[in-house]
């Protein structure tokens, strides 16, 4: 089968379509046939070899956490799902012909598997972060990055808790976010004062997806450390934040979670812009810029 690799680290001229062994479904996985991959911002890191030390690869490498696809293969001791069924999650080497995910939820009614492929890692790190910073209902949160991948999600899993959230992007990004249900503003000098005059009453919980450098900013804000967490900015533990990290997590339920709402239509991830896998170079590179609303994704034959 074809599949995206690269035999050394660099920039995205390194990855390459290769003819390479179809993988097979362990014990408690699955194999899909992709229709299209997730484009994560670990992807590039990883192909970059800025993580070579924590995640020493051998190479070459496969690339991609995240697929959505038709099931063409079942693992030993897998219940729940059948051959032919369509669905989303992660799992290893997800830009490729075939991969095999550990994680899964059907994809919902009412998106194409090109929407669902990007999914996976926004809805699991989304719910996460939050419930590391115990966003509950009543409660004001601020979302730093609130218009990409993971932010878009955390946004709308807050809102569906019963959160006020002011989402923090770019000028570009206010009516996205309100759309979305969050108070927007951007980022830049003068953030604090910017959030406490649409938070008069304090904010509660901060969540930093962009890993901007704005901790401290966070935790004026919230007045406790305890309550913001980063995802992408390993400074926080030095000032008394958090960082969330996944690695090893079973991430079924937020995936089924995740998807219970868009069949509901009460959450949406949308996708910004398509690459065919003989330019996913291209699409990490526009993951690299840190400037995508909603998700990126690589599509392999035709996409549906
Ligand atoms: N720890 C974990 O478990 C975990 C899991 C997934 C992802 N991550 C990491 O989390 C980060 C975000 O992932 P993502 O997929 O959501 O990224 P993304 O889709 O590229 O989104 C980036 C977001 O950050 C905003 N942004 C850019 N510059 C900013 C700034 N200076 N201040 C505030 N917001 C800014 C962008 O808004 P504009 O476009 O308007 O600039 C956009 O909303 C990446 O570094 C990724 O590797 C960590």
């Known amino acids: 089968m074809k599949a995206v690799r690269f ?4 920039g995205p001229e390194v ?22 991959a997730g484009v994560n911002g670990l992807e590039w890191k990883v192909r970059q070899g800025l993580l070579r030390e924590v ?8 690339v991609g956490g995240d697929a959505a696809g038709i099931v063409d293969e079942l693992g030993a001791g897998v219940a729940g799902v059948e051959v032919g069924d369509a669905v ?10 075939h991969a095999v995910l550990t994680s899964w939820a059907h994809a919902p009614r009412g998106v194409t598997l090109v929407e669902a492929a990007g999914f996976a890692t926004p809805f699991e790190t989304a719910l996460r972060v939050l419930d590391d910073a115990r966003v509950r209902a009543g409660q004001t949160v601020v979302v730093n990055g609130a218009s990409g991948g993971v932010g878009s999600a955390a946004v709308q899993f807050a809102v569906e808790r019963g959160a006020t959230v002011i989402g923090v992007a770019g000028p570009a990004g206010r009516d996205y976010l309100a759309a979305l249900g969050a108070v927007p503003t951007t980022y830049g000098p003068g953030l604090v004062d910017r959030v406490r005059a649409l938070a008069p009453a304090g904010v509660d919980a901060a969540v930093d997806i962009a890993g901007s450098g704005v901790i401290p900013e966070l935790i004026r804000l919230t007045g406790d450390p305890a309550a913001v967490v980063s995802i992408a900015d390993f400074s926080a533990p030095g000032h008394g ?7 090893g997590r079973d991430r079924t339920p937020a995936l089924r979670e995740g998807a219970r709402l868009v069949a509901a239509g009460r959450l949406t991830l949308p996708v910004t812009r398509t690459f065919p896998m003989d330019r996913a170079g ?13 998700r990126i994704i690589v599509t392999l034959g035709e996409p549906r």
């Open 241 to 247: 934040a958090s960082v969330s990290t996944g690695f």
């Open 88 to 97: 989303f999650g992660s799992g290893r080497d997800t830009y490729a012909e």
């Open 15 to 36: 990855l390459e379509i290769a003819e390479v062994a179809e993988p097979h479904a362990g014990a408690g996985e699955i194999r899909i046939a992709v229709r299209a």
């Open 7 to 10: 035999a050394r680290y660099g």
């Open 55 to 62: 995640r020493p690869l051998r190479l070459p490498a496969g």
């Open 282 to 294: 291209d699409a990490q590179a526009a993951s690299a810029t840190g400037h995508t609303r909603g």
